[in-house]
């Protein structure tokens, strides 16, 4: 076999009693990386630890896999305007998401002798959309719907990156909101501290009653 040493250095080719000799005293393993040259190539390494570092490169490649998704928009060739506008609106926002849409034209009865209804249709949408996206697939006739389909003009990747940097945006700007109700609090005990100021007028009201009497002692003294 060809033997490859743990730092990738080439050992040459060996017999496997010496290889597996070289891997004991060196405490690693001796894995075989090409099976299928001639002759097999076999490496020098610490198995436990190369299987931990693919299973992370693996992790990490999942996670930054971007999966494709279509989504899909079902219309009518004689939509109302304010139903194609709503229509229009989930259509933007799934191009800003950095999605596919498919735009379904579906006929129905009479309409099926009409195409060119839903062709125009089509190509308005396209043309209201053309910042976001663009026509990927042009409309073609599926049975008794036109189909076409969209594509986003900015990658799904780039839409992500967009809507966490507006999120760390937020999150900066939301504890400058948060510091009006503190201030609006604290000036209210000011504003209610000097309602308890009228509180000694009744202590000043005190001496009328010991007053009244003194005066009506002073009238009884003649009439006796």
Same mark, same amino acid.
Not at 111 to 133: T, W
């Given at each position: ?5 743990? %730092?990738? @250095? ?17 405490? &690693?393993?001796?894995? @075989? ?28 490649? !999942? $996670? %930054?896999?971007? %999966? ?8 009518? #060739? ?31 009865? !009479? ?5 060119? &209804? ?26 008794? %719907?036109?189909?076409?389909? &969209?594509? #986003?003009?900015?990658? $799904? ?5 967009? $809507? ?5 945006? !937020? ?7 948060? =510091?009006?109700?503190?201030? =609006? ?6 504003? =209610? ?6 509180? #000694? ?8 009653? =010991? ?8 009238? @009884?003294?003649?009439?006796?």
């Amino acid at each position: 076999m060809r033997l490859v040493g743990p %730092n990738g @250095e080439q050992v040459g080719i060996v017999a496997i009693g010496d290889a597996l000799r070289l891997a004991q005293e060196a405490d &690693l393993d001796l894995v @075989e990386v090409a099976p299928m040259a001639r002759p097999p190539v076999c490496k020098l390494m610490d198995y436990g630890k190369f299987k931990y570092e693919s299973a992370q490169k693996a992790r990490e490649a !999942r $996670k %930054n896999q971007v %999966n494709t998704v279509i989504k899909e928009m079902k219309l009518r #060739p004689k939509i109302d305007p304010h139903d194609y506008a709503t229509k229009k609106g989930h259509v933007v926002r799934f191009l800003k998401q950095g999605d596919k849409v498919k735009i379904t034209i579906m006929f129905r009865g !009479r309409e099926q002798s009409r195409p060119e &209804l839903g062709f125009r249709l089509l190509q308005r949408l396209a043309e209201d959309v053309q910042e976001l996206g663009f026509v990927e697939s042009a409309p073609k006739q599926d049975g008794r %719907n036109m189909i076409m389909v &969209l594509g #986003p003009t900015k990658k $799904k990747a780039d839409a992500r990156a967009e $809507k966490a940097a507006d999120r760390a945006r !937020r999150a900066e700007t939301a504890p400058e909101g948060e =510091t009006e109700p503190e201030a =609006t609090q604290a000036t209210q005990p000011e504003a =209610t501290a000097p309602a308890a100021e009228p509180a #000694p007028a009744p202590s000043a009201e005190v001496p009328a009653p =010991t007053e009244a009497p003194t005066a009506t002692a002073s009238s @009884e003294q003649p009439v006796a």
